[in-house]
């Protein structure tokens, strides 16, 4: 199983990033996939995640201004992220979930927001 993770970079704060993960050796449409960051010096946290059947969950941070999606066709998950802040700034980690309880990882991308 490969998690390739990309769209991180600089931005200033307000702007947007989308970032991607596309996975391969597992099948995508079973699985839910989630964004996990961590911060400097932070615990990782749970970002956002899609189950499934569509169904997502945020942290209270990111609600609003995050959009997690999935595109099962093209074994690819996205995180959409619109008036981002300093506070955001992290490297984010895209994973997926399958139902023999095992998680996979990606390299994790960095996102840098500038105030």
């Known amino acids: 199983v490969q998690l390739q993770a990309s769209g991180g970079g600089l931005v200033q704060a307000g702007g947007s990033l989308r970032l991607s993960c596309a996975a391969s050796?597992?099948?995508?449409?079973?699985?839910?996939w989630g964004w996990y960051r961590r911060a400097p010096g932070e615990q990782r946290e749970l970002v956002a995640y899609?189950?499934?059947?569509?169904?997502?969950g945020y942290a209270g941070s990111v609600k609003g201004r995050f959009t997690i999606s999935r595109d099962n066709a093209e074994n690819t998950v996205y995180l959409q992220m619109n008036s981002l802040k300093p506070e955001d700034t992290a490297v984010y980690y895209c994973?997926?979930?399958?139902?023999?309880?095992?998680?996979?990882w990606g390299q994790g991308t960095l996102v840098t927001v500038s105030s």
């Open positions: 050796g597992i099948i995508f449409r079973d699985a839910t």
């Open positions: 994973s997926g979930g399958v139902a023999t309880g095992r998680t996979y």
């Open positions: 899609i189950d499934s059947g569509g169904s997502t």
